[in-house]
């Protein structure tokens, strides 16, 4: 990796991806872009800034023409409770903004990394270590558009060669970012409050059990699988993978250990619910083991401690 574009950058993936690049490979070889400009100065300070529509074929080539790109990390999506409320958005964004990126990796002959998610599973898919290759079926516009942003990149990578590689993520937790709008943001949510309140109130059920990664395992295993050998990797595209899974009252009671007197109530949404009971328990994901290595640091345990103590200082730091 030479010259790198990172999309969507100031989303929650974007913004610790693009510090860790520039840390890995340096500050200017990593091109930050978003539709927005970022009110951090950190992320516009540390290295180059444009703005990008990824719907927009001519802003992707000025920004890949001027920069000289090789390999794009897309991150460029809408999420997936605002996919059911907007979904004509999300199938612009998610489907149609990687389609131009994808030409632009045609074209410029660049890598590409792509995430998908657990959303492309449906409720046919099996619950229980839901396997790397199965039926999916999903029947939200999110997963609808993941599936299909999946296939995209098997179609390039077969049909023209592009070397295009991605993850299925599960839910992700980070202390840096705000939620987006996805289903599993409740447990960055439950984390700020009680910290802030030692109160929640939770819009899954408690026994809602889902597959959940730590940001700093999720930024690894998407330098690692850009890093690695492509003559080893058989899937490419779609890996799944995953470090713990977990309910709301299984993050409570971590979170009481920390902060006894935490108190979690439930006002459940249908949507976020409905969309929840349709995606895996837990995930099998020996294919990323074995075919690059993947090897997540963070369980429940090491994830609530560091979350607890990272968040604590940010809100609460001293001059």
């Known amino acids: 990796m030479d010259r790198i574009l990172v999309t969507g950058a100031l989303g929650q993936i974007g913004s610790e991806l693009v510090i860790n690049l520039r840390k890995k490979y340096g500050d200017d070889r990593v091109i930050a872009t978003d539709i927005r400009m970022p009110a951090d100065t950190t992320l516009r300070d540390s290295g180059p800034f444009e703005f990008l529509d990824v719907q927009d074929e001519h802003h992707i080539t000025r920004v890949m023409q001027q920069y000289k790109i090789d390999t794009i990390f897309h991150l460029a999506a809408v999420l ?4 059911e409320t907007r979904p004509n958005i ?58 299909s942003g999946e296939l ?47 109160k ?26 850009m890093e690695a050998d492509p003559q080893k990797l058989v899937h490419r595209n779609a890996f799944n993978i995953t470090a713990m899974s977990f309910s709301p009252e299984i993050l409570a009671a971590a979170i009481r250990d920390y902060i006894p007197d935490f108190v979690i109530d439930y006002e459940i949404d249908p949507v976020r619910q409905a969309i929840a009971d349709s995606w895996p328990d837990s995930m099998d994901d020996s294919a990323a083991r074995a075919e690059w290595g993947w090897n997540p640091k963070y369980g429940l345990e090491a994830m609530t401690s560091d979350m607890i103590e990272k968040i604590t200082k940010r809100l609460y730091r001293t001059t």
């Open 80 to 83: 997936s409770a605002i996919g």
């Open 90 to 147: 999300a199938w612009q964004v998610n489907v149609g903004g990687l389609y131009h990126i994808l030409e632009a990796a045609r074209q410029y002959k660049c890598a590409l990394f792509f995430p998908s998610s657990i959303g492309v599973f449906g409720p046919s898919t099996p619950v229980e270590d839901t396997p790397q290759d199965t039926i999916m079926r999903p029947e939200t516009m999110y997963g609808v558009s993941k599936l």
């Open 152 to 198: 995209l990149c098997d179609y390039y990578q077969k049909r023209f060669g592009i070397d295009t590689r991605g993850v299925r993520f599960p839910g992700l937790i980070s202390y840096e970012t705000e939620p987006g709008g996805g289903t599993t943001d409740y447990a960055v949510e439950m984390f700020f409050e009680a910290i802030k309140h030692k």
């Open 200 to 225: 929640y109130t939770c819009y899954l059920k408690p026994d809602t059990s889902l597959d959940m990664m730590y940001m700093p395992d999720a930024i690894k295993a998407m330098i690692d699988i």
